[in-house]
């Protein structure tokens, strides 16, 4: 299994930047594939999470109506469309697979398999 982050950098607040996921090496019926993000000095944050088959979606309070999570299967890419940023989002964004999972009510608090992450630097 493998997960590759890219699309991360530097934007003015107010702007928008698009990360992106390429995994590979999985083809379970069900799995949620999603995002978190860690800012220095500060905990683990879940940002989002997608459902394979009906692309069913959740998002943290934080993100919500900013943030759009996708997955085109057709790409094997997620998404995660970052709108309206603001400096408190500057994290390192990772994604992470959940294999097996189809409950979407939350996202998961653990995951089988995690990328590198990708830094994104939102400036005032």
């Known amino acids: 299994v493998e997960l590759v982050e890219s699309g991360g950098g530097l934007v003015q607040a107010g702007g928008s930047l698009r990360v992106s996921c390429a995994y590979s090496g999985f083809t379970p019926d069900n799995y949620v594939i999603g995002w978190y993000r860690q800012a220095p000095g500060k905990e683990r944050e879940g940002v989002s999470c997608?459902?394979?088959?009906?692309?069913?979606?959740n998002y943290a309070d934080s993100v919500k109506g900013r943030f759009t999570i996708t997955n085109d299967n057709a790409k094997n890419t997620v998404f995660l469309q970052m709108d309206n940023l603001k400096p408190e989002d500057t994290a390192d964004y990772y994604c992470?697979?959940?294999?097996?999972?189809?409950?979407?009510?939350?996202?998961?608090?653990?995951?089988?398999?995690w990328g590198q992450g990708t830094q994104v630097t939102v400036s005032s």
């Open positions: 997608i459902r394979s088959g009906d692309g069913s979606t």
């Open positions: 992470a697979v959940d294999l097996y999972r189809s409950d979407i009510d939350s996202c998961p608090d653990e995951y089988d398999y």
